[in-house]
């Protein structure tokens, strides 16, 4: 499984950005569980959203809840995270990734397969 994430870049506190991760090598019902993380330096990876689609499942933490949203395209293989009212604490380098074994953890333990990060920038 190969992820492509795209869409960081540099935003003003209070702007809006919106990541993608096209993901290829399977078919999309093997991708039972899609998830973003980020991390800042010097901090642990964290998870920011993820979805469980054929549960309608989605999960937050409180950090992101109600400004992050995520979202699938199994057409397409992709998972998006919209980012709204984005603030400096949000600045980190964000990985998308894929469990293919329908565990039931957000840890970053319970992925599999990780795409190369894509950095956002939050400028006070």
């Known amino acids: 499984v190969q992820l492509q994430a795209s869409g960081g870049g540099l935003v003003q506190t209070g702007g809006s950005l919106r990541l993608s991760c096209a993901a290829s090598?399977?078919?999309?019902?093997?991708?039972?569980?899609m998830a973003w993380f980020r991390q800042a330096p010097g901090k642990e990876r964290e998870v920011v959203a993820g979805?469980?689609?054929?549960?309608?499942?989605?999960y937050y933490p409180d950090s992101v809840k109600g400004r992050f949203t995520i979202s699938r395209d199994n057409a397409k293989n992709t998972v998006y995270l919209q980012m709204n009212s984005l603030k400096p604490e949000d600045t980190a380098v964000y990985y998308c990734?894929?469990?293919?074994?329908?565990?039931?953890?957000?840890?970053?333990?319970?992925?599999?397969?990780w795409g190369k990060g894509t950095q956002v920038t939050v400028s006070s």
């Open positions: 990734a894929v469990d293919v074994s329908d565990r039931r953890s957000w840890l970053e333990s319970d992925m599999d397969y």
């Open positions: 979805i469980r689609e054929s549960l309608g499942i989605v």
């Open positions: 090598g399977r078919t999309s019902r093997a991708y039972s569980r």
